[in-house]
């Protein structure tokens, strides 16, 4: 069974950057691609970046395009996100999460394992 620990949220303002990391285990990490997801208060939970497992491919939601980078260590079993220039609009809890089936589930949000989520609020 796949387990994710997600950590690093906390309360920036806008304009700082945070970065996020999950902890995975269970299985093997290096055959995983992985994702990471938000929700907002009162929203769904939405995409924002996938990795898949050798690191060569990054996909990314539109609204965070320039600003986030998704990364990967295989060895230490270790999704991050690096988030900068942060918006208000970017206050939400952080979910890793991941699919056997690759990518194009992730990309879709179609996921088997999820982690507990992080807070991230950016004031103003």
């Known amino acids: 069974q796949v387990r994710l620990v997600e950590s690093g949220g906390g309360l920036v303002q806008a304009g700082a950057s945070l970065r996020l990391s999950c902890e995975f285990s269970g299985r093997s990490f290096d055959t995983y691609d992985m994702g990471w997801f938000r929700q907002a208060p009162g929203k769904e939970r939405e995409f924002v970046a996938g990795?898949?497992?050798?690191?060569?491919?990054?996909d990314y939601a539109e609204s965070v395009k320039g600003r986030f980078t998704v990364s990967r260590d295989n060895d230490k079993n270790m999704l991050f996100l690096q988030m900068s220039d942060l918006k208000t609009e970017d206050t939400a809890v952080y979910y890793c999460g991941t699919d056997p089936r690759g990518r194009s589930n992730i990309r879709r949000g179609v996921i088997s394992f999820w982690g507990q989520g992080t807070q991230v609020t950016v004031s103003s």
């Open positions: 990795i898949t497992w050798h690191g060569a491919i990054m």
